[in-house]
């Protein structure tokens, strides 16, 4: 816990950390926000799941153009004009009586003018703090997001039963203007900035090191998402449970982060991180009682933050610094097709399998993490 004490000490970077994670976490509210609410005014459940794959698809197609306007631009701007766009967005969602084609329309939008707040501060940190506190730094923001994915839908969920379905998404618009303010004005951005990036759009895909950590995070993010679906399929006679079971999940994230935060990974630390989580999601797979089932599913969220925060720390030090903020746009485009393809393969295979369907598919995605490392450590032996 000592170097989580001497990041604390470092002027700004608690401001930085907290309102970048308080400006992102309408992330967590706006799925299953739009979900509800589109569903509630228009009756159709294929509508709502088209808006929110809507998101999905801005997200992933703009995010890496908008983190690299970070370096052109500035952050300040950028941040401000997206987040700007992002809550009229979001605020034109909770009306009711718009044509069903809108509704996509209008989360395409939201998707992407979604702040890149989270490639902007994963290509700062660098910048903010000693060589050695880097992966500290990024363990500690991987660990502390899983709160949105904990918070986000119990928010959601609770203020669209009690107040309106509304209530969330104007919530989110809230958030969204505020953290974004809250962070655009922080003293620890004067003077800061980002390098233009000179090379081609794209041309960042050409280094191996983040196409290692895109096909990583998104197999991992594949199998928790079929890890959630599985879940739910297991337990769908009680659905306050499985919610439960899957933030007891992303609670071993949490604490994965910060007790493994201070050590350096390499691709052999990053591939038994790897290991456990397969491991542990294959035991949930066979766990029929819950006594079995809640511990598989903490442990096998040990090893994501750690995991993650490895890959960002690996893809940091790899790249140029004016790279950087577009090739962790890529790596967020990557986790995102990772929750489409997981979500959409349990899904399919729940419905003609059951939850061992989805149980079995978030295994073999999780099996398929732990390849990736051990392919690019044969490589290197090679050479």
């Excluded at 608690?14 to 509800?36: K, N, V």
């Excluded at 969220?301 to 962790?328: C, H, I, K, N, W």
């Excluded at 989805?358 to 051990?374: D, K, N, S």
Aim: net charge positive.
């Amino acid at each position: 816990m000592k170097v989580y004490l001497e990041l604390a000490r470092i002027p700004g970077l608690l401001r930085i950390t907290a309102s970048q994670l308080f400006a992102r976490f309408p992330l967590g509210i706006l799925s299953l926000a739009i979900l509800l609410h589109v569903q509630r005014v228009s009756g159709s459940y294929a509508l709502a799941g088209l808006a929110v794959g809507s998101v999905s698809a801005g997200e992933a197609l703009a995010v890496p153009l908008t983190s690299r306007l970070l370096g052109r631009w500035g952050i300040r701007p950028t941040t401000a004009a997206s987040c700007v766009v992002c809550t009229g967005a979001i605020a034109a969602i909770s009306m009711a009586g718009l044509q069903p084609a809108a509704y996509v329309v209008v989360g395409f939008v939201t998707g992407a003018s979604i702040p890149p707040i989270m490639p902007a501060v994963r290509a700062l940190y660098p910048q903010f703090v000693a060589e050695h506190h880097v992966r500290a730094l990024f363990s500690l923001d991987t660990a502390s997001q899983e709160l949105i994915w904990i918070g986000g839908p119990v928010v959601a969920t609770v203020l669209s039963t009690t107040v309106s379905t509304a209530a969330p998404l104007l919530l989110a618009a809230a958030v969204t203007f505020g953290g974004g303010l809250w962070f655009v004005s922080s003293p620890r951005l004067t003077g800061v900035r980002l390098e233009r990036g000179a090379s081609r759009f794209g041309r960042v895909l050409a280094n191996r090191t983040v196409l290692l950590a895109m096909a990583i995070s998104l197999t991992m993010v594949a199998s928790f998402a079929a890890l959630e679906i599985a879940v739910v399929a297991h337990l769908r006679s009680d659905g306050a449970l499985a919610g439960l079971a899957i933030a007891v999940s992303a609670l071993g994230s949490l604490v994965g982060g910060v007790m493994f935060g201070s050590r350096t990974l390499g691709l052999a630390g990053l591939t038994a991180a790897l290991t456990g989580i397969a491991g542990f999601t294959a035991l949930s797979a066979v766990a029929q009682d819950l006594r079995l089932l809640l511990p598989a599913l903490f442990c096998s969220g040990l090893g994501f933050a750690p995991a993650l925060a490895t890959v960002y720390a690996m893809v940091s030090q790899a790249l140029r610094e004016q790279d950087a903020p577009e090739a962790f746009g890529w790596l967020n485009t990557g986790s995102l097709v990772g929750g489409a393809c997981g979500t959409a393969l349990a899904g399919g295979l729940s419905d003609g399998f059951g939850a061992q369907g989805a149980f079995c598919a978030a295994t073999v995605l999780a099996l398929a993490g732990v390849v990736v490392p051990l392919v690019a450590a044969l490589r290197q032996t090679r050479r």
